[in-house]
């Protein structure tokens, strides 16, 4: 299994940035896929969720602000993040049941 993160940049405060990771080796369409992220010096924490059905959950910081989606066709699953504060710089990670991507960092900074 491989899940492939893009997306992440410097970006200014109140600025959009959107995510994807694509997978592969893995029936992406029976898979919940998640994004989390991990600040410098925190632990790494979830952003948001969303199951095969497209049912989502998020995180109390991102609440209104993120959205996560999915392209079952693409394999892939989408953050596409809105109004980002300095505190949403953090290395973004997407996870499916068992695996974990790369990382994508994004830098929320002016």
């Known amino acids: 299994v491989q899940l492939q993160a893009s997306g992440g940049g410097l970006v200014q405060p109140g600025g959009s940035l959107r995510l994807s990771c694509t997978a592969s080796?893995?029936?992406?369409?029976?898979?919940?896929m998640g994004w989390h992220r991990q600040a410098p010096g925190k632990a790494r924490e979830l952003v948001a969720t969303?199951?095969?059905?497209?049912?989502?959950l998020y995180a109390d910081s991102v609440k209104g602000r993120f959205t996560i989606s999915r392209d079952n066709a693409k394999n892939t699953v989408y953050l596409e993040m809105s109004s980002l504060k300095p505190e949403d710089t953090a290395v973004y990670y997407c996870?499916?049941?068992?695996?974990w991507g790369q990382g994508t960092l994004v830098t929320v900074s002016s």
């Open positions: 996870k499916s049941t068992f695996n």
């Open positions: 080796g893995m029936i992406f369409r029976i898979n919940p």
């Open positions: 969303i199951t095969s059905g497209g049912s989502t």
